[in-house]
């Protein structure tokens, strides 16, 4: 079983990394990189959305600071466009996740509904000041990154830009998978259990949350900066896009809220349709009515994405095959999360 | 000096718009425990129902309102039946993904059938003014002013003096309790969110008269009247039209004294700073356990 999952992987990631070579058309490859930015993005939303049951619907901030943050530094360093830009992606992702932190902290003193309105309200601050702040944004004007070098015809450009977000991709999901199986991960799904009980059972909800939130900031900073790259400039409502915060929660929820490949399934399944959307009805309503609809369908009929239902199908089938000669343990699930993390605590002390 | 107290004024007049839709807003949390993302969308639609009574059936905007506020009552109606009563889990942040789709649409449809131009409602009263005590009042102010507090006290008959709105506060207060004790909330919850869209069409018959909007001005409503209940302490009515008029006061004089451009940066910075202080808004009470 373990070995058959471990080449399917395997399998997965060598299409990956083959996926230029099978499919060079750059129109397609354009999606594909679009799609790894929201995987990419979308798993480092759900490390503290996903994880702790905060819905933060104001990560576009981070977003376009990661954008404004290569932007600016490559004007400021006069950058040739290349390769070199690209070393500038963790500096935009870090500047973002600095940012993060006092915002976060401000933001993490509320909860629930009055959390999810706080990070709306940031988002809008970050969108107006983009406009305002004239002297260094330019302001509705927007600002171009480094052009990139001549000699790259769209057909290279569109590969090295797929073989960087799918770097980042693969680091998001890394870091996603190792949260996951941590004894801070676990604090994290404590909390999203029961905050209260979390706190009392000796997990430091505060600063837990905040970690998670800067470390999701990291990775959307440097997806912005990587979509205002491969743009070539950056304008205030595509930096700051209040459409960005609601697909990637959408994505999240349609492949499944807090699993480890929830987020990147649902970017391959609505950001191609989305493209596509945009692509055939950009210029009219219909594009967001069909966008809108097909939000409405995952939420009402899928409400706990692919992946939970999937595997709950999987369980119980296996489970019906296993029932003559039950000698497998029962699960263990009665244990919620919040008492192994307590467990846990127990054991780190002694 | 005189320039400050005219911004006063302007503030407080349409804070009293503002007031309106919010009250709508919070009412809506208050009963359901959700957040109605759409509400934004719900008042340009409101705004362009009056656009359309005005246009081809020559009616005047509040003789209009008699018909919107029922059509848009019965809208709410179908959205909670269609798409909140269906969300059975994770409630709470379902429902704000499940509204932001109905705002999409909503968008959707207003683009397509109106462009995405910009329009403005016409009426005598729109760009004629009064003066009074020195200053100019436009009369559509004053109105639409007038209105939302018509309005809001009717409102406030329905909460305070009714059966129903004994059963609507009884669902604020304790949603499983009053289920024990024979409410409906089901009916009063769908009942609720007719309230609430109904009072958007008054709001986006001013908001319409007031300035001029396209299909894409939801964005900028929203984010507002989220400000307000936030600030106000969500649930809270009365926190509502305190937080609506004093948002609007200081973004206005925040207009005159300092710049347009800052003023509603500012709106949204008072948040934030407010909220370091007290995080349960103005008029809110303290978040308990979940359970």
């Known amino acids: ?46 490390i503290f959305s996903g994880y702790t049951g905060y819905i933060a619907l104001g990560h576009a901030a981070y977003f376009g600071l990661g954008a ?29 996740a600095a940012s993060a932190v006092p915002l976060g902290a401000i933001a993490l003193r509320t909860r629930r509904h009055t959390f999810v309105v706080i990070t709306i309200a940031i988002f809008f601050i970050f969108q107006l000041m983009a406009y305002n702040l004239r002297a260094i944004t330019n302001g509705s004007a927007g600002m171009s990154l480094p052009l990139l070098p001549p000699d790259w015809n769209e057909y290279f450009l569109n590969d090295v830009f797929y073989y960087v977000t799918l770097v980042l991709t693969l680091l998001a999901l890394t870091l996603s998978w190792w949260v996951r199986n941590s004894k801070y991960g676990l604090g994290l799904l404590a909390i999203r259990d029961d905050e209260d009980r979390a706190l009392g059972l000796g997990v430091k909800t505060g600063s837990y949350k905040l970690v998670a939130f800067v470390i999701s900031a990291f990775f959307v900073g440097m997806a912005g900066a990587i979509y205002a790259y491969f743009l070539g400039s950056i304008y205030p409502p ?113 | 000096m005189n320039i400050i107290i005219a911004a006063i004024i302007t503030g407080v007049l349409t804070g009293g718009v503002y007031a309106l839709m919010a009250s709508g807003l919070t009412l809506i949390f208050g009963v359901m425990d959700i957040i109605n993302i759409a509400q934004g969308a719900l008042v340009v639609l409101g705004a362009y129902l009056s656009y359309v009574l005005e246009q ?40 704000i993904l499940v509204t932001f789709a109905v705002a999409l649409i909503i968008e959707g449809v207003l683009g ?52 129903f709105g004994r059963s609507l506060r009884a669902s604020m207060q304790n949603r499983t309790a009053a289920e024990l004790i024979g409410i409906d909330v089901e009916k009063v919850s769908a009942l609720t969110f007719g309230i609430g869209v109904a009072l958007t069409a008054a709001g986006g018959m001013a908001f319409g008269a007031t300035t001029s909007f396209n299909p894409g001005s939801s964005y900028d409503l929203i984010s507002r009247l989220l400000v307000i209940i936030v600030l106000g302490g969500m649930g809270s009515l009365r926190g509502a039209l305190i937080a609506s008029l004093v948002m609007l006061v200081i973004e206005d004089v925040t207009a005159v004294v300092w710049s347009p451009v800052w003023s509603s940066t500012v709106f949204f910075v008072l948040l934030v700073v407010l909220l370091l202080f007290r995080p349960q808004g103005l008029f809110g009470q303290l978040e308990g356990r979940k359970q």
């Open chain 1, 238 to 350: 595509f930096a700051f896009d209040a459409l960005f915060d609601v697909a990637v929660a959408l994505m999240a929820f349609l492949g499944g809220l807090g699993t480890l490949s929830g987020p990147i399934l649902g970017a391959l399944i609505l950001e191609p349709a989305q493209q596509y959307l945009a692509l055939q009805y950009g210029e009219n309503g219909w594009y967001l009515i069909l966008y809108g609809l097909l939000f409405l369908m995952v939420i009402l009929f899928l409400p706990e994405g692919i992946v939970p239902t999937l595997s709950k199908k999987w369980a119980s089938w296996k489970a019906a095959r296993s029932t003559a000669p039950s000698r497998e343990p029962p699960p263990d699930d009665t244990t919620t999360s919040s008492q192994k993390a307590a467990l846990l605590a127990e054991q780190g002390k002694g």
């Open chain 2, 112 to 163: 397509q059938l109106f462009t995405t131009n910009y329009v403005q409602l016409h009426a005598w009263y729109i760009n004629a003014s009064f003066q009074l005590a020195g200053f100019y009042l436009p009369y559509i102010y004053v109105f639409a002013f007038i209105l939302s507090g018509v309005l809001l006290s009717s409102l406030y008959l329905l909460l305070y003096r009714t059966k």
């Open chain 1, 68 to 96: 404004y943050a290569l932007a600016l530094l490559c004007q400021d360093e006069h950058i040739p466009g290349g390769y070199i830009p690209f070393l500038f992606v963790p500096v935009a992702g870090l500047i973002a």
């Open chain 1, 1 to 46: 079983m373990k070995k058959a999952k471990a080449l399917g992987l395997l399998a997965l990631l060598a299409f990956s990394l083959a996926f230029p070579l099978l499919f060079s058309n750059p129109a397609i490859t354009t999606i594909a990189v679009f799609t790894l930015l929201f995987a990419a993005a979308g798993t480092g939303w759900n």
């Open chain 2, 56 to 95: 081809y059936l020559h009616m005047d905007l509040f003789v209009g309102l008699l018909l919107t506020m029922p059509l848009m009552f019965l809208l709410g109606v179908a959205i909670e039946w269609a798409f909140i009563r269906k969300l059975k889990r994770d409630r709470t942040m379902l429902s």
